[in-house]
């Protein structure tokens, strides 16, 4: 975690280019379990137009309410939901999904991670969706979590990313639970990924404290994805429901070299 972000204006690397056709627009909201106002976020999804969309700390609840308001949109859908007090994941796609594998909780880490492949306009890309380990202890202490659960991520991470099928495009997106320096962040890059947001947005948070006199933020949420595409645009979407906000991001064809 860092300290509160006072001013939340992006400071892009690189200009949004116009999308490439064939393009497709990814998302990812960690909808919190404990969003007081599902509408907005529902909202929040319906107008980013995104064509596929992946979700973490989704209850049969929210299911629910994303199946009712956005199916005619998202004929494709496929949750989980472990027995857990943060909820599951899913993902909503306007394109058909093909093989999916729900993956346990991998070398130290509390959630499932979702791998599925979908038949999108640039062909068949498979998604993990993830929600890493948070910087808290098994006990619940956040300040001790914080200095400690950096190598967790990254052998959760690395586990996870061993189930990736080498010859398919992948993007790998979630919460990841740290920022753009952090160990399952950095590994992830290691492996030949790129990550969309900070290509062009340095500075904007997607996690915030709720309450209390100190406020902190963080770049939680990452999408990430290998070299057989090329990221178009990048940005965080401010809502009001979650404790995070969406990352959006859109994606064409890499160019021949």
Known sequence: MALWIACRSCSPVRPPEPPTSPHLSVLTF???????????????IEQSGADVVCVQEATPAWERALRERLGNRYRYVSFVHPANQYGGAGVLSRFPLGDEKWLPPAG?????????????????????????????????SKVLGYFTTGSVRREEIGQILSHLDSGLPAIVLGDFNEGDGGSAVSLVRARGLSDCLSQFDRHTATWHSRGGLIRLAERADHILYTPQLHCTGSKVIPQSSSDHDPVAADLGLARPQ
Do not use: C
């Open 30 to 44: 960690n909808l919190d379990v404990d969003a007081p106002d599902k509408e907005s976020a529902l909202n929040t």
């Open 108 to 140: 130290g880490g509390w959630f499932p991670s979702q791998l599925v492949q979908v038949q999108t306009p640039l062909g068949k890309i498979q998604f993990l969706n993830v929600h890493l380990r948070p910087p808290s202890t098994n006990d619940g």
